[in-house]
């Protein structure tokens, strides 16, 4: 995951390098931000300004519940930017769980559809970058469902060991 957070960095840098304007929320605060400007009649305005950013980084999708009403936010916005602009979504979650995530089938497929006509989808497996070092704290049941590995031992840096008769080892 750690590469996942530096490239979705890095592609964001890039963007903003190359004179693009880039905006990055979780899921949640941008639902949250949509659903206040919504009561307060600015729902219109919020979408244009979200939709302005040449790219939209969405982070944290499946990871805190959405109400039907938070799902259909989320579609007005992800339908005001189809085709017009580039987004980045992270998500710990299946396209087949994207139902449940979201609340309603229905709303989740109009998303998907228009998320990944032209996308470029990168799936990541493997274990939690983060808690790797601390996989004896983790239950054993909540471990045998989510492969924590230990880390790697750390990378010898500088020049190779010299071999006994003083040679370099290779």
Request: positive net charge; contains cysteine.
């Amino acid at each position: 995951m750690r590469g996942l957070y530096r490239a979705k960095c890095a592609d964001g840098v890039a963007a903003v390098k190359a004179g693009k304007s880039v905006y990055r929320a979780t899921l949640a605060d941008l639902i949250a931000a949509l659903s206040q400007a919504e009561r307060e009649g600015r729902l219109a305005e919020k979408i244009r300004f979200y939709a302005r950013a040449s790219l939209l980084i969405v982070d944290e999708i499946g990871y805190l519940p959405i109400t039907t009403g938070g799902a259909n936010l989320f579609f007005q916005l992800v339908n005001a930017r189809y085709e017009k602009g580039a987004m980045i979504l992270t998500s710990n979650r299946g396209f087949a769980e994207w139902g449940e995530v979201f609340g309603d089938p229905v709303v989740a497929t109009a998303l998907l559809d228009r998320l990944l006509h032209h996308a470029v989808v990168i799936q990541i497996e493997g274990a939690s970058y983060r808690l790797r070092s601390h996989a004896g704290l983790i239950p054993e049941h909540v471990r045998a469902n989510a492969p924590i590995t230990p880390p790697p031992p750390p990378k010898r840096r500088g020049r190779p060991p010299k071999s006994k008769n003083g040679a370099a080892d290779h």
